[in-house]
């Protein structure tokens, strides 16, 4: 899928966040702090981007050449999607990065920038795991180099036949060339000056858009559907959605009763403390169907969901049930096969007082959960993912899922785990 990549080279983050703004409006859904950027504001750059940009892939152009795992790291914790390390670095050092990158669920791009054998360095950079191969005209040179983008192009070409890993190109690239580097193969256009000092940058960049076939904002994909979304989740293990969200959203402490199932479904929040149950039987009835009810019950000894309540809830169509606190009855919660977590399973129960709230902002395993967030539960535990970035997180864990899914085909064929990670 073809991307177009801002290359924010500034100095001032104002100015690239008001360029990134107008871009983004044109359909760029790609923004890279520059190494300029980044120099002049530090990680503050790459922070402010995914503040304002939460669905837009983040580059931080860092040109790593040493220490890639602490700088890898450091971009990520900022926020981060991609980052930049330059393929000139040694061994140890793109591996560190790629493993950095995995650890903290982002990608790292390859720069051949000063690179004399790129082609060879290519299949080495492949071998290492890097996630792309950037080739990269320099901007000093690129009035001279770009006059033979047919050359440059061929060597896209060439690249392509070596190497399957998506390709980049950045320098220089204007409504003129990217043509025909699309046709050699390239998927991610690397364009700076050519947006950043348009007159009319939303223009532009739907412009340049057009011509590598990116759809614009009117275009672009149509929103899953509720169906659709929870579908999607509830295909993907919590593992694979916590990676997705850099190890957020996880809860703590909180354990299956009844084994061997998997629920996805908006969130009803219940509020409750000292084993309470009242407002916990009332969200049964005002819950839809379909949703995962959750309870903040303060980490109570305290039942506050048992059989009874588990019959009702099935009767209802309620997904599942989340609570920071206690069950009984767990071996007919079980038998009936209904989901519930919890974080203790006791004998004794509470009473039906009704103090609480219910659908209100709440906190459980640790982790906040407000009304309609998506939570999704295996046998690993619980993540709840933001209502506001839903889909975001779940085309992300479907990318977390290939990746794995490409190290068990390397396992099968006989690589071990230690090889595949450089460790």
């Not at 009319?200 to 614009?216: F, H, P």
Request: charged share 25%; proline share 3%.
């Amino acid at each position: 899928m073809p991307h177009i990549q801002v290359a924010l080279d500034l100095l001032s983050i104002e100015d690239a966040l008001t360029i990134a703004e107008e871009a983004v409006r044109g359909g760029a859904d790609w923004l890279e702090a520059g190494t300029p950027l980044i120099k002049n504001h530090g990680m503050l750059a790459v922070r402010k981007l995914k503040a304002r940009f939460p669905g837009c892939t983040i580059v931080a152009d860092m040109k790593t050449i040493d220490t890639g795992d602490l700088e890898v790291e450091m971009a990520a914790k900022n926020g981060a999607d991609v980052v930049a390390v330059l393929g000139m670095a040694d061994d140890l050092t793109i591996k560190r990065a790629v493993n950095s990158a995995r650890a903290h669920g982002v990608r790292v791009m390859a720069d051949l920038l000063g690179v004399e054998d790129r082609l060879s360095r290519a299949e080495e950079l492949e071998a290492l795991g890097v996630d792309y191969l950037l080739l990269h005209t320099p901007k000093d040179v690129q009035k001279v180099r770009l006059q033979g983008v047919n050359a440059l192009a061929e060597e896209f070409r060439r690249l392509r036949e070596r190497v399957s890993l998506p390709l980049v190109a950045a320098g220089g690239i204007t409504g003129e060339t990217l043509p025909v580097l699309k046709d050699a193969g390239v998927e991610v256009f690397v364009v700076g000056s050519a947006i950043v000092k348009a007159k009319d940058v939303t223009a532009t960049t739907k412009e340049l858009c057009r011509i590598a076939g990116i759809a614009t904002p009117r275009q672009k994909r149509r929103r899953l559907s509720e169906e659709e979304l929870l579908k999607g989740f509830q295909r993907l293990s919590t593992a694979c959605i916590s990676d997705a969200m850099k190890r957020f959203g996880a809860m703590k402490g909180l354990k299956p009763v009844t084994s061997g199932v998997r629920i996805a479904g908006r969130a009803f929040t219940v509020r409750t403390l000292g084993g309470d149950w009242g407002k916990v039987v009332k969200a049964i009835d005002l819950a839809e169907r379909g949703s995962v009810i959750v309870v903040d019950a303060q980490g109570s000894e305290l039942a506050v969901w048992g059989e009874l309540a588990t019959l009702s809830a099935m009767r209802r169509g309620i997904r599942g049930v989340v609570i920071d606190g206690a069950v009984r009855d767990a071996e007919e919660i079980a038998r009936l096969g209904f989901p519930v977590w919890a974080r203790h399973v006791v004998a004794n129960a509470g009473e039906p007082h009704g103090h609480g709230e219910l659908q209100v902002s709440i906190a459980c395993g640790g982790q906040r959960v407000d009304p309609g967030d998506v939570v999704v539960a295996d046998s690993a535990g619980v993540v709840v993912v933001p209502r506001e970035n839903a889909e975001e997180v779940l085309m992300k864990a479907l990318e977390v899922a290939k990746r794995e899914e490409r190290y068990r085909q390397e396992i099968r064929s006989g690589r071990t785990i230690s090889e595949i990670f450089g460790l």
